[in-house]
């Protein structure tokens, strides 16, 4: 009963959080202006810390998910854990690129190269100096490295030493937190923002604890000790990123920990978090498309602000409704393993 309730849980303010990150991106990126109000002025010029809320997100809502391929650890529910991932972001992510290349075409005649065009399209442009039609999707780089990781994690061999490899990553992740690792390879890969997927990871060690009254463990308290130790890096070298990370453990594990007394459930920010993955994706072609139209090269006043956030919003739920939802659903009709409550995440 206890791992039916763990795995069927339905989290509707995760959901909405999601949405107000998503949102802040989009308001950074529209920009910040004098006619603005201070808190929206605030927002629009600090929302990109709203990636750092994705990314914990993450880490609890995949190590939810994963925890369902534990029992029975097979090499084939690793790889329809990796499969579901690969059909929920790849095509919506590939789609948009392509509407990113058609927009910059159209309104700057700028032609993307070949070699670009592949190293955006398999995510590693990064590594090899290309340059993608958006700057957001190194987000999603990292994103897919975590599914990876986690994907391996989930093969019978590498079950057993799964929290001391999530362990060492998150180490490692420190470790160049507080500069002590300088390697432009290693900072652009996972370990350069795993802190945040592993701070998500903890929050659900948490919520599992709780729901299946387990004792904590060695690794959970290396986990919270980890989170002290953060919070000390972001007190030395004072950075909105990381300070963001922390912010964001404490919110969703308090949503997390208290489902069942503290919602956030407005219809306007679930609607957000709905659509939230199109939204971040789209928005910077839509915006450019809109300031386009109105002959602005930025926004100017809080009438065009506000107009171009509408057109954000219909216009990306528009992409969500078309090429998002299809393979969301495609996603989750993949088959769903076995499940059990002998092991934890």
Not at 81 to 88: E, S, V
Not at 108 to 124: R, V, Y
Request: hydrophobic share 50%; charged share 10%.
């Amino acid at each position: 009963m206890s791992m039916e309730r763990l795995t069927n849980t339905r989290f509707e303010s995760l959901d909405a959080m999601r949405g107000l990150a998503s949102l802040a991106v989009v308001i950074f990126h529209i920009g910040s202006n004098e006619f603005q109000p201070y808190w929206l002025k605030f927002i629009a010029t600090y929302g990109e810390v709203g990636v750092q809320l994705f990314f914990v997100l993450s880490g609890f809502i995949i190590s939810f998910t994963s925890f369902k391929y534990l029992q029975p650890s097979t090499t084939m529910g690793s790889v329809q854990f990796m499969t579901k991932r690969f059909i929920r972001v790849y095509p919506p992510f590939f789609l948009s690129m392509i509407l990113c290349i058609i927009v910059n075409y159209c309104l700057d005649n700028e032609i993307i190269t070949f070699k670009d065009f592949l190293l955006t399209a398999s995510l590693n442009y990064l590594y090899l100096g290309g340059i993608p039609p958006q700057g957001i999707y190194w987000t999603l780089i990292h994103e897919m490295q975590f599914y990876f990781f986690i994907a391996i994690t989930l093969t019978p061999f590498f079950t057993k030493y799964r929290k001391w490899m999530v362990l060492f990553l998150g180490i490692t992740s420190f470790f160049i937190l507080a500069r002590m690792i300088s390697n432009p390879l290693v900072n652009g890969n996972l370990p350069r923002h795993f802190h945040s997927f592993y701070f998500g990871i903890f929050v659900f060690e948490l919520y599992r604890i709780k729901t299946l009254k387990s004792r904590l463990t060695i690794f959970d308290l290396a986990y919270f000790l980890q989170f002290i130790v953060l919070i000390y890096i972001s007190l030395i070298y004072i950075n909105h990123r990381t300070i963001a990370s922390i912010i964001s453990t404490i919110i969703i594990g308090v949503l997390v920990l208290f489902n069942s007394r503290i919602k956030i459930n407005h219809p306007l920010f679930l609607f957000l978090g709905k659509i939230s993955f199109s939204l971040y994706l789209a928005h910077i072609p839509i915006l450019k498309l809109t300031t386009h139209l109105l002959h602005i090269e930025q926004v100017q006043n809080f009438q065009q602000w506000l107009f171009c956030l509408i057109i954000i919003i219909i216009l990306s739920y528009i992409f969500y409704y078309f090429f998002e939802k299809p393979f969301l659903t495609k996603s989750q009709s993949i088959i769903k393993p076995i499940q059990s409550s002998q092991k934890s995440c």
